[in-house]
């Protein structure tokens, strides 16, 4: 199987690079969807065998039958969750990453990667305005970074009681009902305890009432508190800077989940949402989200490395080559040793097109989220749930249930037309565009208003 045999391997790769040439180079991206169990069994049958299909006849069963039953997410008129738009350029460079068997968990084995995803790390550091010290790695996702940053929070706060002598062991992380559902999953993971703080009239997390919440429960049973910078259903950016302040205070850890609207970082018009992100201890933020690479993707960066590498270096004799080296091996710093250098997709689209490219298109998205906005406060059967602080907008169809919505959804998604879920909020349906796709136009989030009347 891993010999080289030229005629059939030489077939294999080609058939590969052939659709993938094809797909990344696609205009319009069909919008493709979902079908049953019973139709793919019908349509595809049995695909591991004894003896193998052969490379013609893989390939074309997932070229013709599996891949159109997956929703492409990079559709303009995928506004759903949180879509995926990267950059031609990204989505190509992970071929090259898949291609190359590099090993982006250390420095001995993957420097080049490392570098340059160090650089794309950054990038995203400074516009956060953290200090020059700053640094992390890549990671699959918003929960794994999150898990990650929060047991270097609780080893941190536990390290610190055990030098001052109190034994006290912290449980508990203070976050709102607002907060990334990771927040209380990875919680579950780490015995930990989740304790609501409520949120002002905005929906967001504030000073006030995390210091009410801390005071209530005893701030010396704490070990982190989580804000959120965009969260998922609504993209509300938490009052950083009074959160930032009690943090201080009480000598807990902030770390700001900006999985989804931490690309907001860069957008100028917005900029401001984000103060007191500079004073977070961690934070991530998702490219594969805002900032246009492919799944999956996730910048954990943390104000002192050297705490993370504490909590999180594995110790081994095999390992000893690396524990002991002082170069910066990625994978002392999050949970996980294996990993592929999944930043390198973003530095190469990075450094294709630089930076302000990056702001223009994150600010090309806000514009389309408010023209939606204004397109729904003149509607009169349509009503804002909220104005939108970033690229999400939720709002009511008056009249409509749980029914009309989903059937609503449904009649779009059959004819290929857009695809947009509802989403619930205090017992009540809505609906919701998330727009993170600089193709997605004013023209397309109109058309999809249009068929609400």
């Given at each position: 199987?891993?010999?080289?045999?030229?005629?059939?391997?030489?077939?294999?790769?080609?058939?590969?690079?052939?659709?993938?040439?094809?797909?990344?180079?696609?205009?319009?991206?069909?919008?493709?969807?979902?079908?049953?169990?019973?139709?793919?069994?019908?349509?595809?049958?049995?695909?591991?065998?004894?003896?193998?299909?052969?490379?013609?006849?893989?390939?074309?069963?997932?070229?013709?039958?599996?891949?159109?039953?997956?929703?492409?997410?990079?559709?303009?008129?995928?506004?759903?969750?949180?879509?995926?738009?990267?950059?031609?350029?990204?989505?190509?460079?992970?071929?090259?990453?898949?291609?190359?068997?590099v090993?982006?968990?250390?420095?001995?084995?993957?420097?080049?990667?490392?570098?340059?995803?160090?650089?794309?790390?950054?990038?995203?550091?400074?516009?956060?305005?953290?200090?020059?010290?700053?640094?992390?790695?890549?990671?699959p996702?918003?929960?794994?970074?999150?898990?990650?940053?929060?047991?270097?929070?609780?080893?941190?706060?536990?390290?610190?009681?055990?030098?001052?002598?109190?034994?006290?062991?912290?449980?508990?992380?203070?976050?709102?009902?607002?907060?990334?559902?990771?927040?209380?999953?990875?919680?579950?993971?780490?015995?930990?305890?989740?304790?609501?703080?409520?949120?002002?009239?905005?929906?967001?997390?504030?000073?006030?009432?995390?210091?009410?919440?801390?005071?209530?429960?005893?701030?010396?049973?704490?070990?982190?508190?989580?804000?959120?910078?965009?969260?998922?259903?609504?993209?509300?950016?938490?009052?950083?800077?009074?959160?930032?302040?009690?943090?201080?205070?009480?000598?807990?850890?902030?770390?700001?989940?900006?999985?989804?609207?931490?690309?907001?970082?860069?957008?100028?018009?917005?900029?401001?949402?984000?103060?007191?992100?500079?004073r977070?201890?961690?934070?991530?933020?998702?490219?594969?989200?805002?900032?246009?690479?492919?799944?999956?993707?996730?910048?954990?960066?943390?104000?002192?490395?050297?705490?993370?590498?504490?909590?999180?270096?594995?110790?081994?004799?095999?390992?000893?080559?690396?524990?002991?080296?002082?170069?910066?091996?990625?994978?002392?710093?999050?949970i996980?040793?294996?990993?592929?250098?999944?930043?390198?997709?973003?530095?190469?689209?990075?450094?294709v097109?630089?930076?302000?490219?990056?702001v223009?298109?994150?600010?090309?998205?806000?514009?389309?989220?408010r023209?939606?906005?204004?397109?729904?406060?003149?509607?009169?059967?349509?009503?804002l749930?909220?104005?939108?602080?970033?690229?999400?907008?939720?709002?009511?169809?008056?009249?409509w249930?749980?029914?009309?919505y989903?059937?609503?959804?449904?009649?779009?998604?059959?004819?290929?037309?857009?695809f947009?879920?509802?989403?619930?909020?205090?017992?009540?349906?809505?609906?919701?565009?998330?727009?993170?796709?600089p193709?997605?136009?004013?023209?397309?989030?109109?058309?999809?208003?249009?068929?609400?009347?």
């Open positions: 199987m891993h010999s080289f045999d030229k005629d059939p391997d030489h077939i294999a790769v080609e058939q590969v690079l052939r659709y993938a040439r094809e797909r990344l180079l696609m205009d319009p991206i069909p919008l493709d969807g979902p079908q049953t169990e019973d139709y793919l069994t019908s349509a595809a049958g049995q695909t591991i065998t004894a003896a193998g299909l052969g490379a013609p006849r893989a390939m074309e069963l997932f070229e013709h039958t599996l891949a159109p039953a997956c929703l492409s997410t990079d559709h303009p008129r995928y506004l759903s969750f949180i879509p995926c738009a990267p950059t031609r350029e990204a989505a190509a460079f992970d071929v090259v990453v898949g291609a190359s068997s090993y982006g968990g250390s420095w001995l084995e993957g420097a080049g990667a490392v570098y340059a995803e160090n650089q794309a790390l950054r990038w995203i550091s400074d516009l956060a305005g953290l200090p020059e010290e700053a640094g992390g790695v890549f990671v996702g918003g929960t794994v970074g999150n898990l990650s940053a929060l047991v270097v929070a609780r080893d941190t706060a536990r390290n610190r009681a055990r030098a001052e002598g109190t034994g006290a062991r912290p449980w508990r992380i203070a976050a709102t009902d607002n907060a990334h559902s990771s927040v209380v999953s990875m919680a579950a993971v780490m015995d930990a305890e989740v304790c609501g703080v409520h949120v002002d009239e905005k929906l967001r997390l504030t000073g006030p009432e995390l210091r009410r919440t801390l005071e209530e429960l005893g701030p010396e049973t704490f070990f982190a508190v989580v804000a959120t910078a965009g969260t998922t259903n609504f993209g509300v950016v938490d009052d950083l800077e009074s959160v930032a302040d009690v943090c201080e205070e009480f000598g807990l850890w902030l770390h700001v989940d900006g999985a989804y609207g931490g690309a907001g970082l860069a957008a100028p018009s917005v900029r401001h949402l984000f103060n007191g992100i500079e977070a201890d961690s934070f991530i933020v998702d490219p594969h989200k805002w900032l246009f690479a492919p799944f999956d993707c996730c910048a954990l960066i943390y104000r002192d490395p050297e705490l993370a590498r504490v909590a999180h270096t594995q110790e081994a004799g095999y390992l000893d080559v690396l524990t002991k080296a002082t170069e910066w091996n990625p994978t002392d710093y999050s996980g040793l294996t990993r592929r250098a999944r930043g390198l997709p973003l530095w190469y689209s990075l450094a097109h630089g930076t302000d490219a990056y223009e298109a994150i600010e090309g998205t806000l514009d389309v989220i023209h939606a906005a204004r397109e729904i406060e003149h509607r009169p059967h349509l009503e749930v909220r104005e939108p602080d970033l690229s999400v907008v939720v709002f009511r169809r008056l009249g249930g749980p029914e009309d989903q059937a609503w959804t449904d009649r779009m998604l059959a004819a290929e037309f857009a947009v879920v509802p989403t619930t909020f205090r017992g009540e349906t809505l609906t919701r565009f998330a727009v993170v796709n193709h997605t136009t004013n023209e397309d989030v109109t058309a999809i208003l249009d068929t609400m009347s």
